[in-house]
Nanobody
Framework: VQLQASGGGLVQAGGSLRLSCKAS???????????MSWYRQAPGQQRELVVS???????NYGDFVKGRFTISKDNGKRTLYLRMDGLKPEDTAVYYC??????????WGQGTQVTVSS
């Protein structure tokens, strides 16, 4: 079981990125019933929740997102996405995907760097 995050990069303030998190080794039922999240960690700071989505596609966004980010998933492709618009320099961080399946097992992706220049 592995999570592979991608899509990070360098972007100017106001720009957009779409992060992807491809899950391998999951059967469809495990992926579709899982709770999934994106976290981020800036240098010298604690990891914080950006947004989560549960098996019913209910979402919970961090206050700092304020309508700029959108989480989605494609169960058939075993992939979690994070669309980020209106990026700000303070969004600069390593972004991690997280999947928690119904037996409580917790999986993390390796992280993808997002850097927003002013």
């Amino acid at each position: 079981v592995q999570l592979q995050a991608s899509g990070g990069g360098l972007v100017q303030a106001g720009g957009s990125l779409r992060l992807s998190c491809k899950a391998s080794g999951f059967i469809l039922s495990s992926f579709s019933s899982a709770d999934m999240s994106w976290y981020r960690q800036a240098p010298g700071q604690q990891r914080e929740l950006v947004v989560s989505i549960d098996s019913s596609s209910r979402t919970n966004y961090g206050d700092f997102v304020k309508g700029r980010f959108t989480i989605s998933k494609d169960n058939g492709k075993r992939t979690l996405y994070l669309r980020m618009d209106g990026l700000k320099p303070e969004d600069t961080a390593v972004y991690y995907c997280n999947v928690v399946i119904t037996n409580g097992r917790n999986y993390w992706g390796q992280g993808t760097q997002v850097t927003v220049s002013s």
